[in-house]
């Protein structure tokens, strides 16, 4: 996969690709991270990149003509060497839709991607009308820029790429993949202070295990995120557990902790 970066910080970019899982991609050839400093495509003796909003307002915004020709450039680019229809170009924006690890996959199947860094207050909105083909935000609140949310973002995509994490560090079975929450875990020692870890998981019986975890998942997503119950397909099996896990709070604890329920 190919990732082109527009940026005013291109430099933010080089220490998280220096280090762990994002390295190895890139070591591996998996990954083929192009940055592009926004002020090189402007032609002004003083590059600039923002300018003042017409009617007034507070803060600056970015031009549309250095983000416009940077990404014509990268489409050249990429059209010379291979034949590619649609490359999605995602501005990176409060405005966009919210990011998840659902479209963390959807965009892991692109051979391509360019990001759009936006600064200052925002950017001109003749990029969001007439440039970009997807507007992605990482939670509702604001930062400084978009650089941060690319590298959730791209965080999030490569190590769903085949061959990045090890057959160990499995993508398949983490919170979220199946847009529940994951099951606790535990390593040794098998007491720890006074906490032992669940018997089920000393007994070797791997189907009690197995059931003890789907029940984990149930039971943790309707503490902690509930909302994700509503949107995921349960399984027979799953939907019984869950029925009969709100008829009867005492049979969670976990549901009647406190905290969790504020
Ligand atoms: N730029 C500033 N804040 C952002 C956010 N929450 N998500 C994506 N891009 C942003």
Request: proline share 7%; net charge negative; glycine share 6%.
């Amino acid at each position: 996969m190919r990732i082109d970066i527009l940026t005013l910080f291109p430099q933010m970019f080089e220490v998280p690709f220096s280090f762990g899982i994002f390295k190895r991609a890139v070591d591996q050839k998996l990954i083929d991270i192009s940055l592009h400093n926004i002020r090189d495509y402007t032609h002004d003796k003083h590059h600039t990149a923002d300018d003042y909003p017409y009617g007034g307002g507070p803060g600056m915004l970015l031009k549309p003509e250095p983000i416009f020709e940077a990404v014509e450039s990268i489409k050249s680019a990429i059209h010379a060497k291979e034949k590619i229809s649609a490359l999605p170009i995602i501005l990176l924006t409060p405005q966009g839709r919210p990011f998840s690890q659902q479209i963390a996959q959807e965009l892991s199947g692109h051979t391509h991607l360019a990001l759009i860094c936006g600064h200052y207050e925002g950017v001109d909105e003749r990029i969001h009308e007439h440039l970009v083909t997807d507007k992605i935000s990482i939670g509702d609140y604001v930062l400084t820029g978009g650089e941060l949310p690319a590298l959730v973002i791209i965080n999030a995509i490569i190590r769903l790429l085949p061959g990045v994490l090890g057959s160990e560090e499995s993508p398949l079975n983490e919170s979220h993949a199946n847009g529940l929450l994951e099951y606790p875990q535990y390593t040794r020692p098998a007491v720890f202070q006074d906490w032992p870890v669940p018997e089920v998981l000393l007994s070797g019986n791997h189907a009690q295990i197995a059931k003890w975890r789907r029940e984990q998942i149930i039971r943790r997503t309707l503490e902690r995120r509930p909302e994700l119950l509503a949107k995921t397909t349960l399984s027979i099996e799953e939907k019984r557990l869950l029925e009969h896990l709100i008829s009867s709070p005492k049979e969670s604890p976990l549901i009647l902790n406190k905290e969790f329920r504020k």
